[in-house]
């Protein structure tokens, strides 16, 4: 190789750098010399790999362009297109994360050292669109089940094989990875709702958690079949699992109707009052919303199917039981979204008459004046 001059402008510390670590190092010199030790190695374990990575595009940086000096023709050893990134640009790359980690690592010992530690380890309030998305997930389960699958014999070279139609190979039908996948995204319901009950306090939300994990006991029981004798299969783990499906089944039509499509707007539709100043999709159409609450109790019954590994023998069957759970949910949207904007409306509602008798106030005091 010819002699080598690395560009100093590239390795000299910025002003922000600096500025960052001195705001960081003060931060941790005001702390109590007992918790300064523990706070640090917290603080290491969050951004530890984050500082490794900036250092590596650093490096991979610098090993692009010692090549590039040497003429080592990288690109062609590494068979990747000539419209790569340069070295200057991936020390672009590693100039922003140079700024951004040492920053946001300097905020939260900032944060910490001053007591604000919601803030220097932020949990955004659960939305709307966050449970609308993990409810829609929850209808895909079986989806995420078969990926794993179809992701485990890619991985164990049984692709255009017939070693995974052994029941108890790796990727067979009794892997206990079925389960665990089935049961996540319940799981991560079940977190939000929690979470939302620690924001909010709202005893709902307890209830609401509690509808999720009805699920995780029908889908390890169903999972069990494959695991314990054959009697005590039938003695035990068959009753417990019939007792939970029921439950679950029950517990989540009763949730859907109630609060998730609010029961109170049925009855006021069913009843054929005078129409509410707040709109409903069908309103007036009664069949729709019999059809609704019926096809909901079936399938959310049938989805219990789905969720029990001993009963998915025929594939044919568990697809159909699939796209049927899909087109329940599809017509749950519909209620679901609708629900939510009537509370959006009654609260914009409520509002409007609220600053109207506010000004009806104001305007007869300035008169009484």
Not at 246 to 253: I, P, T
């Amino acid at each position: 190789m010819k002699s080598i001059t690395v560009p100093v402008q590239n390795v000299m510390p910025s002003p922000l750098f600096m500025w960052s670590f001195k705001i960081g190092w003060d931060s941790v010199m005001r702390m109590d010399v007992n918790l300064r030790n523990l706070f640090v190695y917290e603080a290491f374990l969050y951004y530890n790999p984050l500082l490794l990575v900036t250092m590596m595009v650093w490096l991979w940086g610098v090993n692009l362009w010692v090549f590039l000096q040497s003429n080592v023709g990288y690109a062609k050893i590494f068979d990747i297109d000539q419209n790569h990134l340069t070295h200057r640009e991936i020390w672009k790359c590693s100039t922003w994360m140079t700024i951004v980690v040492p920053t946001s690592m300097t905020a939260y010992l900032y944060l910490y050292s001053h007591g604000e530690v919601s803030m220097a380890a932020s949990q955004p309030a659960i939305t709307f669109p966050d449970f609308f998305i993990a409810d829609i997930l929850t209808s895909m389960a079986k989806v995420f089940s078969d990926l794993e699958r179809s992701v485990c014999r890619m991985v164990n070279r049984q692709v255009a094989t017939i070693a995974w139609l052994e029941a108890d190979s790796v990727c067979g039908s009794h892997s206990s990875a079925i389960p665990l996948v089935l049961v996540l995204p319940y799981i991560w319901r079940l977190l939000q709702c929690l979470r939302q009950y620690k924001d909010t306090r709202e005893k709902t939300s307890l209830f609401n958690a509690l509808k999720y994990s009805t699920a995780v006991p029908v889908i390890f029981l169903s999972a069990l079949k494959y695991h314990v004798f054959p009697e005590k299969w039938t003695s035990l783990y068959r009753p417990l699992w019939l007792l939970a499906s029921v439950v679950n089944c029950l517990y989540s039509f009763y949730w859907d109707i109630t609060r998730d499509w609010d029961l109170s707007g049925f009855s006021r539709i069913f009843k054929f009052n005078k129409p509410s100043p707040i709109s409903n999709l069908f309103y007036g159409r009664k069949w729709i919303y019999f059809w609704v609450i019926g096809s909901n109790f079936i399938l959310r019954c049938a989805w219990t199917y789905k969720l029990s590994a001993h009963l998915r023998h025929n594939y044919l069957t568990v697809f159909t039981v699939t796209a049927l759970e899909m087109l329940r949910r599809f017509q749950w949207i519909f209620f679901r979204v609708e629900n939510e904007w009537n509370k959006i409306t009654r609260s914009s509602v409520q509002l409007t008459e609220i600053q109207r008798e506010e000004e009806k106030l104001l305007s007869s005091n300035i008169h009484d004046v």
